[in-house]
């Protein structure tokens, strides 16, 4: 698609070039993304997408998460599902939501938090439990970052100088950082992911137990095992076989 004439030449940079041509031409691509923009266009329903790319939650504990009614959830999150912006997933008698693990859906999670950050200054940001105020912006900015790079990288661990290194930032700094924004230490806040990893890898796929040891950052699957049950109570195998899983 080219422009051969415009109804106005001005004579100056603002003539349309072939990148825009070409890139107007997709309508598809417009009407996929207006769809999503729509579906997110009521203030309730952007809060509970954001909030289910954070956590995985039952219609209940959403509701009262965003102070609503669960037939008023349970309309938005039906409107979310058929939109692909977020997946259940049945484990035993209950049925969980989250945000789909698609790449659409990871760029407006990141969307909403800039927006959200530029047009509201008192926005609390990803995972937050502190607000990290006593310490420079940017040293801030690179704990999310951080945070996560590890979230990404649940299979490997680091050393604080490793990751103090990658960083730019002195090891005690990046230690007393972390802290003031997530509320506890690093090793404490990736366990807790690591667990919430290995436990729904339990029940939604068919992996062996040591490959999910191995994939949440255990080369051990006995240590594996004894940092499950510490939080859950009971055994992989145990979890795994309590909570047999479908996907709706």
Excluded at 40 to 68: G, Q, T, Y
Excluded at 148 to 175: G, H, Q, S, W
Excluded at 196 to 223: C, F, H, N
Aim: include cysteine.
């Amino acid at each position: 698609m080219e422009f051969p004439s415009l109804p106005h030449i001005h004579g100056h940079a603002g003539e349309h070039n072939d990148f825009v041509a070409r890139e107007l031409s997709k309508t598809k691509s417009f009407e996929s993304a207006g769809s999503s923009f729509a579906l997110l266009s009521d203030p309730s329903r952007l809060k509970i997408f954001w909030l289910l790319c954070h956590v995985r939650d039952c219609v209940v504990n959403i509701a009262d998460a965003v102070e609503m009614t669960t037939p008023a959830v349970s309309h938005h999150l039906k409107l979310l599902k058929s939109g692909g912006l977020i997946e259940g997933m049945r484990i035993g008698k209950e049925v969980f939501y989250r945000a789909a693990d698609t790449r659409e859906c990871r760029v407006l999670h990141k969307m909403i938090e800039m927006v959200l950050s530029i047009s509201c200054p008192d926005f609390g940001g990803e995972e937050k439990i502190g607000s990290g105020d006593e310490h420079p912006e940017t040293h801030v900015k690179k704990i999310k970052d951080l945070h996560n790079f590890l979230v990404d990288n649940l299979d490997t661990r680091f050393t604080i100088e490793e990751l103090a290194k990658k960083f730019y930032m002195n090891p005690t700094t990046l230690k007393a950082v972390f802290k003031s924004v997530y509320g506890v230490s690093i090793a404490t806040h990736i366990n807790r992911h690591r667990m919430e990893k290995g436990a729904e890898l339990l029940v939604a796929s068919e992996k062996s137990i040591a490959e999910i040891s191995r994939t949440v950052g255990y080369e051990s699957q006995s240590k594996f095992t004894q940092a499950f049950k510490s939080v859950y109570g009971l055994s992989p195998t145990e979890y795994r076989s309590k909570n047999k899983v479908s996907v709706l």
